[in-house]
């Protein structure tokens, strides 16, 4: 059976198109629903994260796998096919095997050779799974995404001594604050993955106190739980009292829109009275902070567009260990080929003996 990947990324679109083509966490199992749902969709398999959203699809044609994106593109988001269509790429069964390869060797990746991504790709499966949509195809080549993904990384130096998003962004926040986080109270909005790396990062940096703020309260104390230093757990209710006692905020929630809006900003400055200059790092796609909170005074915004210059200045990859790298790939998906092939042979075989 054929497959198909359809997708877009920091390489084929802004991160304002980015964000309007995000799907949302709590609206990727509808997401995944419609495209199983849709003529000629075997299988399905969504990976969303800040940098790209990619669908891949076992499907029974090529029109069908893109019939299945646009209907599902019309009824998700607030974005014209058309639109989906010009910034995205696509690719067929070796070819998106490849793809999916690299991005899991952290090769597409915006820091390449970060490792957020694998983790990216194990929640995706666990949300694909969740809904039936991924089958022994896509299932399959998940998983040898995953285990590629470590044999470079145990075999090259990718991912040695590379930083990531949140590390570019931890960086950003010191230099807007005098050159440090150490004594600074720092807030972290949003209690996942991203959230939980730059609360450590901000602790690791010498944070005094991080705050910690998400719609579940829960999730938000077991992260406190494993801050070396000080925190505190926040209703929702309170943010604009913990931006007014915050030197720094990172927002890295699942929203589908923006969670801090101008009006709550200056709700927040106004309680703020005096204090310093207020850092914001929005690392969340689609973006949590409303782009017009950099019309208020004392506000500093950076942006996933930041990050991505920041690292386009400082992004570094011996060539050697690309081309070990891409060899490796090579290999790996000429050998899922070959075991894709095997139960197709083997029916022909016993076709032939009956």
């Not at 793809?99 to 694909?128: K, N, P, W, Y």
């Not at 790396?197 to 106190?209: L, V």
């Amino acid at each position: 059976m054929p497959l198909f990947l359809h997708g877009a990324s920091h390489h084929t679109a802004s991160f304002e198109l980015l964000n309007r083509m995000a799907v949302a966490p709590d609206a990727q199992g509808t997401f995944l629903r419609c495209l199983g749902a849709s003529r000629g969709i075997r299988e399905a398999f969504l990976l969303a994260t800040c940098n790209r959203t990619e669908v891949y699809l076992a499907a029974d044609s090529a029109d069908w796998a893109w019939a299945a994106v646009d209907g599902a593109v019309r009824q998700m988001n607030e974005l014209a096919p058309r639109e989906w269509r010009d910034a995205s790429y696509s690719a067929i069964d070796c070819a998106a095997a490849a793809h999916l390869f690299r991005v899991a060797c952290g090769l597409d990746s915006l820091v390449v050779g970060e490792s957020e991504i694998v983790s990216q790709i194990r929640h995706a499966m666990t949300r694909s799974q969740a809904v039936k949509s991924l089958g022994s195809e896509l299932e399959s080549l998940c998983r040898s995404a995953l285990c590629i993904s470590k044999r470079v990384r145990n075999r090259t130096a990718i991912g040695r001594g590379q930083g990531s998003v949140v590390s570019v962004a931890c960086a950003m926040a010191g230099e807007a604050l005098a050159g440090t986080l150490s004594g600074k109270t720092a807030l972290v909005v949003g209690a996942g993955d991203t959230g939980a790396q730059i609360a450590r990062a901000f602790s690791r940096q010498g944070a005094e106190t991080i705050l910690l703020i998400n719609r579940h309260q829960q999730r938000a104390r077991d992260l406190a739980a494993t801050l070396a230093g000080p925190s505190c757990v926040l209703p929702w209710e309170a943010l604009a009292e913990a931006l007014a006692c915050a030197d720094v905020a990172a927002f890295a929630t699942g929203a589908p829109r923006a969670v801090l809006t101008s009006a709550l900003a200056a709700e927040a400055l106004r309680l703020r009275g005096e204090a310093p200059p207020l850092a914001l790092l929005d690392l969340s796609v689609p973006a949590n902070v409303a782009p017009d909170v950099t019309r208020l005074p004392g506000v500093h915004l950076y942006s996933m567009a930041d990050f991505q210059r920041r690292i386009a200045r400082t992004r570094t990859l011996r060539n050697e260990d690309r081309h070990r790298a891409e060899a490796m790939i090579a290999a790996s998906v000429a050998s899922w080929q070959s075991r894709r092939e095997r139960p197709a042979a083997a029916r022909h075989l016993g076709e032939g003996a009956a």
